[in-house]
């Protein structure tokens, strides 16, 4: 009885083995890979070994002009409608690559208590949309040598309309 245990224990172990070589799980947590469903193949990443996350750089958010152009941007281009009472959060992650541009979005919708929602259309798709057209990110640079980067854009969303962009 023993042997079949461990018999059955080395099967299990060998066989989780050959399902785990299977999975391609990212090098960093939060890594975003190419997919060419959601995905420009003219977005290039300049260094696919080392993207670092925005605050790597002690700055802030990267943006020509600071924070006053991308709230003035969404401002003068988000069309707000009254008949939708949408309430809740909108993220938008993506990668500024180390000429400046933008590319990967990736969009979580949550409700105030942070649980997974589904926005209106016309709220979500808006904001998504907008977040990919939006034009003034820096390349980061430290000593000389440019860098891609991840940004995220938060939407804090009250009665179908934005109150807040975060960070």
Known sequence: MRTFLWG???FLLTLSELHAQDIQYP???GDINYNSQFDSSDFIICDSNHIKQYSNFGKGMQIYGEKTKLLDYF???FQTSETIEETGYITVR???NCQGQSGRFRMYEMDNDFKAKKFAEQISR???RLTRNFKLWKAAE???VYYDYYQYLTFKIENGLIKEILP
């Open 8 to 10: 059955l224990c080395i």
């Open 27 to 29: 090098k960093n947590v």
């Open 75 to 77: 401002s003068d281009n």
């Open 94 to 96: 993506f990668i500024v």
């Open 126 to 128: 808006q904001i998504l």
């Open 142 to 144: 430290k000593e000389g």
